[in-house]
C-alpha cells in the first residue's frame, strides 16, 4: 500500500516561529509537492522537487523554503511565520511521467497565533 | 499559463438521484486531466484521469467523466448517489508542455441528503 506521511496532523505556532513540516513517502517516487489548501481557493502549489536537492518554485512560494536531502523526504519551512500562514499544507508524490497519479498526505492544519 | 473553474462551490443531491460537477479549463497545450475526492479528514484520491485517450473517462465508484475539446470542459457525473459520495472534488489540468506543474479548481462540496 503507497503511503505518504506528514508529520504533524495539528500544530499551533506562534508568529515568528520558525515552522518544518515533514513529508515522507514510501514509493520512491521522483516528484515531492507542497501545496496548501484555503477554502474556495483549491490547492495552490508552494514549491515542488523533481529530484534530490532539486527545487522549483511553485504558484505562491514567498514565505517558504524546501529541503530535499534524501528522495523519500521533502521538508516545507516556514522561516518566520505569520497569521497569513495559517492553513491546510499538503505533501504529494508522484512518479516520473505526465500522467502518473499523485499521491497525498493526510495533510497538517498550521494555525499561527 | 492554464487555469481551471468548477462552476459550483456546493452541489446539493439527494441519495439515489444523478450527481454533476462541472469544471472548465483553459490551457495553451494538450492537457491531462484529473478528478481527485476529498473525504472529511482524509487526504485527496484519484477518482478518474483523461490522457488522450478514450474522452469518456470511467474511475472508481462509479463516477465517469467526459472530456470536451470544443466546450473546454470535463464534467464529472454519476448516475445515482450514495451518502459515501459527500466530499469535496477537485477538476485538475495538467498541461503537456508545463512539466510537473498542474493546477486545482477552487473545489465542489457535495452534500447527500437522505
Known amino acids: 500500500d503507497v503511503k505518504v506521511t506528514q508529520s504533524s496532523r495539528y500544530l499551533v505556532k506562534r508568529t515568528g516561529e520558525k515552522v518544518f513540516l515533514e513529508c515522507v513517502q514510501d514509493m520512491d517516487h521522483e516528484n515531492m509537492f507542497w501545496y496548501r489548501q484555503d477554502p474556495g481557493l483549491g490547492l495552490r502549489l508552494i514549491y515542488f522537487s523533481y529530484d534530490v536537492k532539486m527545487k522549483e518554485k511553485g504558484d505562491i512560494p514567498e514565505g517558504y523554503s524546501v529541503s530535499r536531502e534524501k528522495k523519500e523526504r521533502f521538508s516545507l519551512i516556514l522561516e518566520s511565520a505569520s497569521t497569513n500562514q495559517t492553513s491546510m499544507y499538503l505533501c504529494a508524490s508522484r512518479a516520473g511521467g505526465r500522467n502518473n497519479e499523485q499521491f497525498f498526505g493526510p495533510g497538517t492544519r498550521l494555525t499561527v497565533l | 499559463a492554464q487555469s481551471v473553474t468548477q462552476l459550483d462551490s456546493h452541489v446539493s443531491v439527494s441519495e439515489g438521484t444523478p450527481v454533476l460537477l462541472r469544471c472548465n479549463y483553459s490551457?495553451?497545450?494538450?492537457?491531462?486531466l484529473f478528478w481527485y475526492v476529498q473525504h472529511p479528514n482524509k487526504g485527496l484520491q484519484l477518482l478518474l484521469k483523461?490522457?488522450?485517450?478514450?474522452?469518456l473517462v470511467k474511475g472508481i465508484n462509479g463516477f465517469e467523466a467526459e472530456f470536451k475539446k470544443s466546450e473546454t470542459s470535463f464534467h464529472l457525473t454519476k448516475p445515482s448517489a450514495h451518502m459515501s459520495d459527500a466530499a469535496e472534488y477537485f477538476c485538475?489540468?495538467?498541461?503537456?508542455?508545463?512539466?510537473?506543474?498542474?493546477?486545482f479548481g477552487g473545489g465542489t462540496r457535495v452534500l447527500v441528503k437522505p
Open positions: 483523461y490522457t488522450s485517450a478514450a474522452t
Open positions: 490551457s495553451s497545450y494538450s492537457p491531462s
Open positions: 485538475v489540468v495538467r498541461p503537456l508542455a508545463a512539466g510537473n506543474k498542474q493546477t
